[in-house]
């Protein structure tokens, strides 16, 4: 791996502290696209400048709404195959829920470098299995399996604690919504840099 998980969260941690404190508006911006639908495509195609090698700043409104369109098609058209996967093996009960979820997690596991390779070298390039699978083989797949699982349980502690938090609980996630993005996404470029 070319970064250790503790190193990369806690360079994540402060690029998107860089990215946001004391730039205010766009920290505003980022919450406004990132928690109304459809608005938050422009939220996702602003995310996916930092796979490119730029800053989360909330303009070219235009490029990011088509570009976070794009990345949600990615998704959708990734998950084709564990759904039906989970369709057809639902008749076996928890058996074929295993089976169908580990389907799913091979594919979200996919999703990652698929995302990172349409920023980089457009559509096509996000379903260019052969360089997803050696860029994971590159990093080792246990190795990078439990970096995806940390800073997901990362997230969901925060969006937990977020949560739990009587009255001011949503407020604080919404604040937290476009750190916890930008910090996920800069975390998911180290890994696969």
């Not at 058209?77 to 989970?86: D, N, R, T």
């Not at 594919?107 to 980089?120: E, R, S, Y």
């Amino acid at each position: 791996m070319s970064i250790g998980i503790g190193d990369n969260l806690g360079k994540s941690f402060g690029f998107a502290k860089d990215s946001l404190v004391g730039k205010w508006l766009n920290w505003l911006l980022l919450i406004i696209v990132t928690v109304i639908p459809i608005v938050n495509f422009i939220g996702l195609g602003t995310y996916l400048k930092i796979f490119r090698g730029q800053k989360p700043e909330v303009e070219g409104i235009g490029k990011s709404f088509v570009d976070g369109l794009l990345v949600f098609i990615i998704a959708v058209i990734y998950m084709i195959i564990p759904a039906i996967v989970g369709a057809i093996l639902g008749f076996l009960g928890a058996v074929g829920a295993i089976i169908a979820a580990i389907v799913g997690f091979i594919f979200m596991l996919l999703l990652i470098p698929a995302v990172i390779g349409f920023a980089k070298g457009g559509f096509g390039a996000a379903f260019a299995f052969g360089d997803h699978f050696a860029k994971i083989g590159k990093i080792g797949w246990v190795q990078y399996i439990l970096a995806v699982l940390v800073i997901a349980v990362v997230a969901a502690v925060v969006g937990f604690v977020c949560g739990i938090i009587p009255i001011v609980g949503w407020i604080l996630g919404l604040i937290v919504a476009p750190f916890l993005a930008i910090m996920v996404s800069k975390y998911s470029a180290n890994l696969l840099a």
